[in-house]
């Protein structure tokens, strides 16, 4: 029989009394606690220094971004933007002639830039470009057409090209709080933080009469132009009666359609003929893609893109399209958001059927010119233009939706040909009035010779108008010596 003995317990040996004190110091732990089970973690002491500097590298390289981004749309100097161009854009500027117009009213009067080529002649052909494009995408169609003996002439539409991009208008102060606040803000910090303090300790009173003067006078502001169809009407209308160009042959190219059919309805007498290049119910430039920040400057910012971009919704081959250069003059100088707002004005409920069913429009000599080549859908697009203009010679060519380029001496052909088809223009030529002070000298020669004789007097006067009626006319740029 097992006999279990139990060991006395060991008597804890007397502690001396320093060290019960210190074990009453110190917290007391759980009797129950497993020393081995205690798990020594890795303490992670957090830098701040760590965070501050990858907050600012990524604010840094944000705002980097943002600064480069936006310097795609900044609008330099004119002068400075002119001598950063291609030496092909500013050959074209100086081959040209800038004219002012007026596009409304109330409105200031802004540049257009004009391109013509050819002789003087009896018929005038003025080419209008459609939304994204200029008189420079024009130029071989131009010369192809002055070589063939028709004068033609291109016209920059206002917001394209080389023809103003803004104007300067009158801005009024409205009567809201944000805006009273920020003329005083204005106010104060012209005239210096303590000078509403100064006249208050000067005249006693708050310098209220001069805050409401400085609110009430009339501001500047840049606005970007956004060409219209009442102003691209009354654009056509003022560069054709500067040039003496009625009756005038029409040659309308993309969406120039949209924005011109009114003004062609209403001046049936101005127009000769109208050739349609392409005239779809919307421009083949997608402008949704130019709406976008992120893909427009991502467009803009690079060749390469911009011609492949272009190559998919414009143009079979590049050919002789200078991509470089349509990218330039899109970019600067606010030509972006120009073009946007004028791709927003255009009459998307355009119905060509009704348009061509007008007086004077069903009568009047049309050309169709459509790509043959470019997709099925756009072939069944210029079917249903023949079909809605019964009138118009309909002829396709082998290029893109932007054909002037690549078959610009095809394009010249047609159009060439079409017009000498048609009875020759009878065109009377103004003469331009003589100004109240030369007139005034003519009159006292005329009674200073009158001792001289009567044929002889007339002999004088004659030669005498005669000179001073071409020299008039040469000095601004109206006379038959304007270069091409």
Known sequence: MAIITEE???????????????????????QN?????????????????????????????????????????????????FLGLRNSLRHHYSSGRVIKVQTGTNQSPIEVFTFQNGAISTENVLIVHGVGLSSFSFRGMISSLGFRGVRVMAVDLPGNGFSDRS???????SNRAFERLWDVFELIKEKGVFWAFDQIVETGQIPYEEIVKARDLVKKRVRVIELGSEELG???????ETFNLAPVHLVLHDSALLMSANWVAENVDLVKSVTLIDTGSRPALPLLAFNLPLIREVLLGSSFLYERFIRLCCMNKIGGFDVEAHRVLLKGRDGCRAVVGMGKNLNYSFDIGEWGTLNGIKVMPMQVLWSSGWSKLWSEEGSRVADALPQAKFVKHSGGRWPQEDTADELAESIAQFVSSLPKSVRQTKEEPIPEHIQKMFDEAKSGDHHHGHSSHDHHHGGHDHGHAAGYMDA???GNAWGH
């Not at 320093?18 to 917290?27: L, Y």
């Not at 104007?167 to 102060?173: D, I, L, P, Q, R």
Request: net charge positive; aromatic share 12%; charged share 20%.
């Open 476 to 478: 601004y740029g109206l």
């Open 234 to 240: 009354r654009v056509l209308g003022q560069v054709i």
């Open 33 to 81: 606690q497993n020393p081995s089970s205690i798990s020594t973690k890795p303490q992670h002491n957090t830098n701040p220094l760590t965070f501050w500097f990858y907050f600012t590298l990524s604010v840094s390289i944000i705002t980097l971004f943002f600064v480069s981004s936006s310097s795609l749309f900044s609008n330099p100097d004119p002068r400075s933007w």
């Open 8 to 30: 006395p317990e060991q008597q804890e040996k007397p502690q001396p009394q320093h060290q019960k004190q210190e074990e009453k110091c110190q917290p007391k732990q759980k």
């Open 167 to 173: 104007t300067m208008e009158n801005k009024e102060s």
